[in-house]
């Protein structure tokens, strides 16, 4: 895998809007349903907002009805990296780009076949590439 991508808080703040940057590089979220791709069908590849590492196939999107979102597998395995994520009262596994370390979203085991996961992940974090 290639070096990881690191600028300042300065330099990600001058390339990303205020809620893409209060998302992927700190870590917080959008309100459900009001995310640009929650409800998105269109056909391409969502990639990193900060460093465009591809990282989900739109045809791995699916409706769980959650408001954000949501995969049930990223475009390759090495396209993402997860770790604990122990706020709010309670355990979850954090999704991160693996190239930046940009916060996605979180990953939880509710999903549909074949994988049974669930990505659900902040539209502010992603890019949609069309076909």
């Known amino acids: 895998m290639a070096e990881k991508i ?18 992927a590089r700190e870590g917080g979220t959008e309100r459900a349903f009001t995310g640009e791709y929650a409800n998105t069908k269109t056909p391409g590849t969502y990639v990193c907002v900060c460093c465009g590492q591809p990282l989900f196939d739109a045809a791995a999107k699916f409706d769980s009805g959650t408001g954000w979102p949501s995969f049930f597998q990223p475009l390759t395995a090495d396209a993402v990296a997860t ?6 009262f309670m355990r979850r596994i954090e999704v991160l780009c693996s190239s930046c370390d940009a916060h996605l979203g979180h990953v939880f085991d509710d999903g549909p076949r074949p994988t049974g996961l669930r990505y659900c992940m902040s539209s502010a974090s992603l890019k949609l590439q069309p076909k």
């Open 6 to 23: 690191r600028k300042s808080d300065a330099e990600w703040r001058a390339q990303l809007t205020p809620e893409q940057f209060h998302v």
């Open 83 to 88: 770790e604990s994520d122990d706020s709010l």
